[in-house]
Each structure stands twice: as structure tokens, then as C-alpha cells.
């Protein structure tokens, strides 16, 4: 089978990585197509790769995996959507703009709603199969134990906090919590704070954030782009509305939200920014939504074997073995003229 790869920001690197390994593994062709954008980002210089639309056409693909919204529609190959975050409360996670032909969801409750939709626009298949960014955690949970340990005797502190707002203007708490990040960091010196932003976030506030990291010992800015191995690492996470809350809370530790739109909280979220010494003390040490994070388990993401990336694979070939492989998608003359305009031949 012949695989694309297919990247328009750089989150998408940690989530078709392990989807890579495994075509890799049992001997199928893949190539990878990185946005001219992010190219400077790209970690796996050495593999397969392009910033060309005009190569994917020649490529001839039986499968196009996209942890994204768009594709273009005149590649050949399955359009298969394997999404790229957990929330589905944001505005358009459930939006069906008729590019893909197989969604892999990752829990149950995706799975529903998508099914839904495939019953509604009967164009599309669904399948659940996990997230494949999460099978690290089934084989490399402690892998950064290591360094944690050493980070947290060299700032000569105990907790790793993970600060993590999502990028979105009226849903970031970046703007709001400036000097209340500057004050924990001064007057609790055993927490080691890591800030770790969407790619997205605007300059702006990232520019605020790199200069308090300068200026305070205790607060580091991280540059890495994958950011599982900072949720690895970190004791307790603030945030916001961002679908990474998901992937910590799967870790079974404590998350601390700032006006979070989800109509079903089962962690700590407050709506007064000047709370936040006081939850990260109380989250730090009571843990009072640790019972009802199981919630979270068995609808998000039920799959702990590290198999997702495995069964995403078999399952765009369990659907060209039924189907065939796509030559063309069909599209309204909207979607073909967003599409024509976004990527260029």
C-alpha cells in the first residue's frame, strides 16, 4: 500500500509518527507532505518527503492520512481522516466538509456522532480505532522519568506544572493569566512551570511568554513541537479550552481549566483567573476529580494496548479491500474552489 503522510501544521508530525513506524514495519510505501510553512519544523529530514502537491499526484497514493480539515480532493487515494485533538465541544470538530472517505475515531463518543453524520450524508465510513499520538503511551509512559527528575533538582523544585492554553482568540486564557503565571512562579519556587503553546498562538503573546521565562528561574519556555513528552512529564495541568486537557486527563492527572466551554467538566475549571495559586495548591494535593476522570477513559479513548496506529492501518485496507481505491472525491464547486486555492499544482 501507498501512503501519504500528510502535514499542514506541525502537530501533525507527533500524530502520523507512529502511523509511519507501522507502515514502515510491515513493508509499505509511504511519503510525507509537509506544508511549505512548517518545513523548518519537519524532525524526520531523512524519510521520505515532500513540499509539492505536484509529487503527491505522480506519487499515485492508495491512502492520504490527514490529521487535519482539508485535503485536496483530486489526489488519488482513501481521504482518511484521523483527526488531530480530543474537543469536540469546539466550533467545527463535527463539521463535514466532504473531503474524507473514512474517519477513524477515537472513543465512543466521536464514534456516535460520526455515525450519525455518515447516516445523514452517506458518503463516508467510520470506524473506531484509537488516536495514534496516544499509543506512546502504552510503551514510553516513564520514558522521560529520567529527565524530569534531573530538571526538578536542578530548579531545586517538586512539581512540574504544564501551562497549555489552546491558540483560539476568544477561548485562549494566555491574555489573562500573564501575572498570575509570574506570581505562583515567585512565590511557589518548588514549581518547576513549563510553557508550551499552540503552534497557532499569536506572536504576541508568545513574545510576553518567552520574555517572563527569561526573567524567572522556575519557568521554562519549551520549543519542542511534540508536546507528549511535557504531559509525560508534568504533575498537574493549566489550560483552557484545548483538546490536549484530553490527553493529560488519559494520564490520570489533575487538569485546572479557565472557562472551558465543555458541557461535560469532570475536572477543575474556574471562571476567576485570580484562583489560580490556590487551585494549582488544591489540584496539587487533593486531587477531587480523580473518580470522575474515568469518564473521560471510556468515552474519549478506551484503547491502552498502543495498537490505534496498527488498527488504523488494517482499517484503510479492510476499506480498499471492500471498495477499491478512490480515483477522485465528488465536491460542491465551493469546496473545489477552497481547495484549487489552498494547495496550488
Same mark, same amino acid.
Request: net charge positive.
Given at each position: %500500500?501507498?501512503? *501519504?503522510?500528510?502535514?499542514?501544521?506541525?502537530?501533525? =508530525?507527533?500524530?502520523?509518527?507512529?502511523?509511519?513506524?507501522?507502515?514502515?514495519?510491515?513493508?509499505? @510505501?509511504?511519503?510525507?507532505?509537509?506544508?511549505?510553512?512548517?518545513?523548518?519544523?519537519?524532525? +524526520?529530514?531523512?524519510?521520505? !518527503?515532500?513540499?509539492?502537491?505536484?509529487?503527491?499526484?505522480?506519487? *499515485?497514493?492508495?491512502?492520504?492520512?490527514?490529521?487535519?480539515?482539508?485535503?485536496?480532493?483530486? &489526489?488519488?487515494?482513501?481521504? *482518511?481522516?484521523?483527526?488531530? /485533538?480530543?474537543? /469536540?465541544?469546539?466550533?467545527?470538530?463535527?463539521?463535514?466538509?466532504?473531503?474524507? @472517505? #473514512?474517519?477513524?475515531?477515537? /472513543?465512543?463518543?466521536?464514534?456516535?456522532?460520526?455515525?450519525?453524520?455518515?447516516?445523514?450524508?452517506?458518503?463516508?465510513?467510520?470506524?473506531?480505532?484509537?488516536?495514534?499520538? &496516544?499509543?506512546?503511551?502504552?510503551?514510553?509512559?516513564?520514558?522521560?522519568?529520567?529527565?524530569?527528575?534531573?530538571? &526538578?533538582?536542578? !530548579?531545586?523544585?517538586?512539581?512540574?506544572?504544564?501551562?497549555?492554553?489552546?491558540?483560539?482568540?476568544?477561548?485562549?486564557?494566555?491574555? !489573562?493569566?500573564?501575572?498570575?503565571?509570574?506570581?505562583?512562579?515567585?512565590?511557589?519556587?518548588?514549581?518547576?512551570?513549563?510553557?508550551?503553546?499552540?503552534?497557532? %498562538?499569536?506572536?504576541?503573546?508568545?513574545?510576553?511568554?518567552?520574555?517572563?521565562? &527569561?526573567?524567572?528561574?522556575?519557568?521554562?519556555?519549551?520549543?519542542?513541537?511534540?508536546?507528549?513528552?511535557?504531559?509525560?512529564?508534568? @504533575? *498537574?495541568?493549566?489550560? @483552557?479550552?484545548?483538546?490536549?486537557?484530553?490527553?493529560?486527563?488519559?494520564?490520570?492527572?489533575?487538569?485546572?481549566?479557565?472557562?472551558?466551554?465543555?458541557?461535560?467538566?469532570?475536572?477543575?475549571?474556574? =471562571?476567576?483567573?485570580?484562583?489560580?495559586?490556590?487551585?494549582?495548591?488544591?489540584?496539587?494535593?487533593?486531587?477531587?476529580?480523580?473518580?470522575?476522570?474515568?469518564?473521560?477513559?471510556?468515552? +474519549?479513548?478506551?484503547?491502552?494496548?498502543?495498537?490505534?496506529?496498527?488498527?488504523?492501518?488494517?482499517?484503510?485496507?479492510?476499506?480498499? #479491500?471492500?471498495?477499491?481505491?478512490?480515483?477522485?472525491?465528488?465536491?460542491?464547486?465551493?469546496?473545489?474552489?477552497?481547495?484549487?486555492?489552498?494547495?496550488? #499544482?
Amino acid at each position: %500500500m501507498k501512503c *501519504v503522510l500528510f502535514c499542514q501544521n506541525n502537530y501533525a =508530525f507527533g500524530i502520523l509518527e507512529p502511523i509511519r513506524a507501522y507502515l514502515a514495519a510491515n513493508e509499505h @510505501d509511504y511519503i510525507w507532505y509537509v506544508n511549505p510553512k512548517i518545513i523548518s519544523d519537519f524532525p +524526520y529530514a531523512n524519510e521520505p !518527503h515532500t513540499s509539492a502537491i505536484s509529487d503527491l499526484v505522480l506519487y *499515485v497514493s492508495d491512502a492520504i492520512f490527514v490529521p487535519g480539515n482539508e485535503v485536496p480532493h483530486y &489526489l488519488r487515494g482513501v481521504k *482518511v481522516q484521523v483527526f488531530h /485533538g480530543f474537543a /469536540g465541544e469546539k466550533k467545527g470538530h463535527f463539521r463535514i466538509r466532504h473531503y474524507f @472517505d #473514512l474517519y477513524l475515531t477515537q /472513543g465512543p463518543y466521536f464514534t456516535q456522532k460520526f455515525i450519525a453524520l455518515k447516516n445523514k450524508f452517506k458518503n463516508f465510513e467510520v470506524i473506531e480505532t484509537g488516536w495514534p499520538k &496516544l499509543d506512546c503511551y502504552a510503551t514510553e509512559k516513564s520514558k522521560f522519568e529520567r529527565e524530569k527528575l534531573e530538571l &526538578l533538582a536542578k !530548579h531545586n523544585a517538586t512539581k512540574v506544572l504544564l501551562y497549555a492554553p489552546t491558540f483560539s482568540p476568544k477561548l485562549t486564557s494566555a491574555p !489573562h493569566l500573564v501575572d498570575q503565571i509570574k506570581a505562583l512562579a515567585a512565590q511557589h519556587p518548588e514549581y518547576l512551570i513549563l510553557l508550551k503553546f499552540h503552534p497557532l %498562538m499569536a506572536e504576541n503573546w508568545l513574545e510576553v511568554y518567552r520574555k517572563i521565562a &527569561l526573567e524567572t528561574p522556575n519557568i521554562i519556555f519549551e520549543t519542542e513541537k511534540n508536546i507528549i513528552k511535557f504531559l509525560l512529564m508534568a @504533575d *498537574v495541568m493549566i489550560s @483552557d479550552t484545548s483538546s490536549v486537557i484530553y490527553e493529560f486527563l488519559l494520564l490520570d492527572k489533575p487538569v485546572i481549566t479557565f472557562k472551558n466551554i465543555s458541557k461535560n467538566i469532570v475536572w477543575e475549571n474556574s =471562571f476567576d483567573y485570580q484562583a489560580l495559586e490556590n487551585l494549582v495548591a488544591k489540584n496539587s494535593t487533593e486531587d477531587t476529580f480523580a473518580a470522575t476522570r474515568k469518564e473521560i477513559y471510556d468515552n +474519549y479513548h478506551p484503547f491502552n494496548d498502543g495498537k490505534s496506529a496498527e488498527r488504523m492501518v488494517k482499517a484503510v485496507e479492510d476499506y480498499i #479491500l471492500k471498495n477499491g481505491v478512490p480515483e477522485k472525491r465528488k465536491l460542491s464547486l465551493f469546496r473545489r474552489y477552497k481547495i484549487n486555492k489552498m494547495f496550488s #499544482l
